[in-house]
T-cell receptor, first 114, second 113 residues
Framework: KAGVTQTPRYLIKTRGQQVTLSCSPI?????VSWYQQTPGQGLQFLFE???????NKGNFPGRFSGRQFSNSRSEMNVSTLELGDSALYLC?????????????FGNGTRLTVT | AQSVAQPEDQVNVAEGNPLTVKCTYS??????LFWYVQYPNRGLQFLLK??????LVKGSYGFEAEFNKSQTSFHLKKPSALVSDSALYFC???????????FGKGTKLSVKP
């Protein structure tokens, strides 16, 4: 079974631009979560989607948004990029939203904002 | 609010020796606890979880973790470390069945031959 796929692996953008990251979950998984990983802040939760609905949201500004499609694939968008948005963005999928379902992570998208 | 603490930024162990990576948590309600490992330029890989039942949980690659409710701890252990275990280890907690997963800052494990 294929794992979680994130595209692209690397991105370089300029301040003020916007970016869209894509995530394809493991086949059959209906929940998709997004995390931002930086050396200083560690792993921070962005949002979680289940059945095309945002179920949980972290403490990030409105510039960060996401969506989930009917095939469970998900995208996240960051508008008006800032230098501080440079990070590894990780997507994870799980079978359900239930607490005992472990997350399965993709290898991430490394975003660099210059 | 739920939180996870990994008090050690780095743990150094000689190959063949036992290892422990510490984790304490704070949640309201029953905790769902997880350990993940991350290798360079990769995503996180699930190692093991505690939901309920036996306090000693066994996971992948010979790792195990001990849940201690009174000390609110969930330490990761392995009887005999391998050089290939060198990686970044994350403890995570979910408070209740619907909350999002909160991660600790991570502990870098270095196993020397």
């Amino acid at each position: 079974k294929a794992g979680v796929t994130q595209t692209p692996r690397y991105l370089i953008k300029t301040r003020g631009q916007q970016v869209t990251l894509s995530c394809s979950p493991i086949s059959g998984h209906r929940s998709v979560s997004w995390y931002q990983q930086t050396p200083g802040q560690g792993l921070q939760f962005l949002f979680e989607y289940f059945s095309e609905t945002q179920r949980n949201k972290g403490n990030f500004p409105g510039r960060f948004s996401g969506r989930q499609f009917s095939n469970s694939r998900s995208e996240m968008n960051v508008s008006t990029l800032e230098l501080g948005d440079s990070a590894l963005y990780l997507c994870a999928s799980s079978l359900w939203m239930e607490g005992n379902s472990p997350l399965h992570f993709g290898n991430g998208t490394r975003l660099t904002v210059t | 609010a739920q939180s996870v603490a990994q008090p050690e930024d780095q743990v150094n162990v000689a190959e063949g020796n036992p290892l422990t990576v510490k984790c304490t948590y704070s949640v309201s309600g029953n905790p769902y606890l997880f350990w993940y490992v991350q290798y360079p330029n990769r995503g996180l890989q699930f190692l093991l979880k505690y939901i309920t039942g036996d306090n000693l949980v066994k996971g992948s690659y010979g790792f195990e973790a001990e849940f201690n409710k009174s000390q609110t701890s969930f330490h990761l252990k392995k009887p005999s470390a391998l050089v290939s275990d060198s990686a970044l280890y994350f403890c995570a907690v979910r408070g209740g069945s619907q909350g999002n997963l909160i991660f600790g800052k991570g502990t870098k494990l270095s196993v020397k031959p």
